[in-house]
């Protein structure tokens, strides 16, 4: 049915594109909503599964359990990215939609510390592994999927709408966090109402496996020649690329996690925000994070992928640390909200253009499983452990521009990676099916 042409597209084309970018977009979702909603709510889920005497090591005890769930994460890109690459991008996503849905199931249905003893804090764990495992092959299956399966000139506008997913999950996420934390006193919230966010999250499961059901496999799978493995086949093959563009992406996964989960609780901690005013900049930043990668993805597809990412880069790196100092030196609702705001603002310039540049780096047969290493790597080591460390670091040092600082270093990696992209050309030779970069 779908067609990556650049012919005029009808009607019928239109509205399959349309289906093709919501099945993406609903896996993104529940995976980035889930993670939001642990973090937003980590320290009610501190003083439930994980109670001390000390409230700070509790909610210390709850991050790492955030953290050490993206470790299996690279082991889900290997394992899901691999199968994909082999039976399809189809079979992939069907298989990550559901595997997100159980653990979602287990977290919120997981008994407390005071009802179950260690056996509630294992299943939240168990919960948390398997979301972690399955979200490792999401980005990979559903980014491939919509980039084979859109017209060549529009890869970079259809890509984008996997960071749109992000933007959505975190103003679904944040509105009913601010509804909980609004509409429910402390200890009802303890005793039970931290368990709504999680089971609202499994609405979305259904919905995602009757539309990603309903679609057709890329047609570049099916015109590609599989190969015995395509995990040897990347780490050997594209070592250089691979780690180039880490190098890219972690200014991607710094920038999500601290000004898409950390800032609520950065807000309360260091700025003495409420729980229900620190919500205001997760909102503002997932109305940016909705509506701009769009535009920002049409114009990669204009200007180029690499000219974007550079400017996007470029404007986080001038604009951090001064936006941190306002908030810290003005610490009101509106001053917060206007900064990650603007923050995420810049990040979208790349963000926007950067699915699309990720997946023009590797042919059709291994292209899930190395769009899978790229971001899980990231997302384990620069995001999953940045809410520990921002912590610790901010708790330790005394400094509240902790957060500005981890993001200026991945900025450094990151221009350091691109002038490795700029001064290499990527051509298609020896390797026919890679889509050739707009």
């Known amino acids: 049915m779908a067609s990556n042409s650049t012919d005029t597209l009808t009607p019928e084309k239109r509205a399959y594109f349309r289906k093709v970018i919501a099945s993406a ?22 003083a439930v599964f994980f109670p001390a005497a000390d409230p700070f090591t509790s909610l210390l005890v709850a ?12 082991l889900g890109a290997l394992i899901i990215g691999s199968y994909a690459d082999r039976n399809g991008r189809k079979a992939g996503m069907m298989l990550t939609i559901w595997s997100m849905g159980v653990g979602t199931a287990m977290i919120a249905f997981a008994p407390s510390y005071a009802t179950a003893g260690i056996a509630g804090a294992i299943i939240l764990v168990a919960g948390k592994l398997l ?67 999680f089971i609202l999250g499994l609405i979305i499961v259904p919905f995602g496996y009757w539309l990603r059901k309903s679609l057709d496999e890329t047609p570049a799978f099916l015109n590609s020649s599989q190969v015995e493995s395509p995990v040897r086949s990347t780490l050997t093959s594209a070592k250089a690329r691979i780690a180039a563009a880490i190098g890219i992406y972690s200014l991607a996964a ?51 992928r690499l000219r974007m990412i550079t400017i996007g880069t470029v404007l986080t790196g001038v604009f951090s640390l001064p936006a941190f100092h306002f908030m810290i030196d003005n610490p009101t609702v509106l ?10 603002c810049c990040v979208m310039v790349f963000q926007g253009a950067m699915p699309s540049f990720l997946s023009e780096l590797f042919p059709s047969n291994v292209r899930t499983t190395g769009l899978a290493l790229i ?64």
């Open 375 to 438: 971001h899980n790597i990231n997302f384990t080591v620069v995001g999953g452990l940045s809410l520990l460390i921002c912590t610790w670091l901010a708790q330790h040092t005394g400094s509240k521009m902790i957060p500005a600082y981890y993001v200026m270093v991945t900025v450094g990696a990151a221009l350091l990676c691109i002038s490795y992209f700029r001064m290499r050309s990527f051509s298609s030779a020896g390797a026919p099916d890679v889509l050739d970069p707009a």
């Open 254 to 304: 710094s920038t999500n996690y601290l000004l898409g989960v950390f800032m609520p609780l950065y807000a309360q901690r260091e700025l003495g925000l409420s729980p229900a005013d620190s919500m205001w900049g997760a909102i503002g930043y997932s109305v940016a994070q909705i509506f701009l990668p769009p535009v920002m993805g049409a114009l990669s597809d204009r200007m180029g």
């Open 25 to 46: 977009l609903v896996g993104n979702m529940l995976e980035f909503y889930d993670l939001f909603i642990y973090g937003f709510l980590a320290a009610y889920i501190a």
């Open 63 to 74: 991050l790492a359990t955030f953290g050490v769930s993206y470790f299996i994460r690279p």
């Open 335 to 344: 001053n917060y909200t206007l900064c990650v705001t603007g923050l995420t």
């Open 131 to 197: 979301q972690g495992f399955s979200a490792g092959g999401e980005f990979g299956t559903s980014v491939s999927f919509v980039t084979e399966h859109a017209p060549r000139n529009r890869r970079g506008y259809f890509a984008s709408f996997q960071v749109v997913g992000i933007g959505m999950a975190t103003g679904m996420a944040s509105v009913i966090s601010l509804g909980l934390t609004s509409h429910f006193e402390k200890s009802a919230i303890l005793d039970w109402a931290w368990r709504i966010p």
